[in-house]
């Protein structure tokens, strides 16, 4: 298949979450992504993948660790900001954002996201454009936030705001 448009198309058919993955120290940054998951439970273990020429690539390669901040519905202004070419270099680029650093990391955890998770590089596979960090996790943490962002045919929606009683549906 050679038609990069079609695929867009097909895959932005599929709704995902949206996180900003962060990395600290001299090679501070930070990316939106929605190429991120789960990947195993025990050991726990996610992945995202990152284009090779985003300078998240050269960031999460050189650090090995990196955080990731799973945005809540109100922070679509981060997914946008976090996505933009334009914004500074290095530790800048979070003057005008509100953040803590990851107790593991060091990572900026963006205030108000609906969770973050802390991860160290496992290992780091080539997928094409894109590389595949697996990250093993190094801490996990849920916060308040009542609604989600979810990224789907190119638009961000909010969704959720489950009711008291809702039951989650398992998934392994
Ligand atoms: C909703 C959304 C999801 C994105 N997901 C990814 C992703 O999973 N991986 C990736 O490499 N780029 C992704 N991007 C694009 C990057 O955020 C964008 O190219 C960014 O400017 C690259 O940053 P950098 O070169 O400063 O690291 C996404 C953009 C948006 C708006």
Redesign the pocket.
Known sequence: MDNNGHFREVMAQLATG?TVLTVAGTRA?G??????TSVSLDPPLVM????R?????A?IGSTRCFAVSILSGEQEHL??Y????R?ANGMAQFDSVSWTPGPCTGAPLLNGALAWLECEVIEAYDGGD?SIFLGGVLSATRGPGPSGLT?FRGA?QRVGQSAVGDRPVSSS
């Open positions: 949206v940054h990316m939106t992504a929605n190429a991120f995202c993948c990152v284009g020429t985003a300078r998240m690539h960031a997914a946008r976090f996505s933009d070419k914004r894109h990224f961000f």
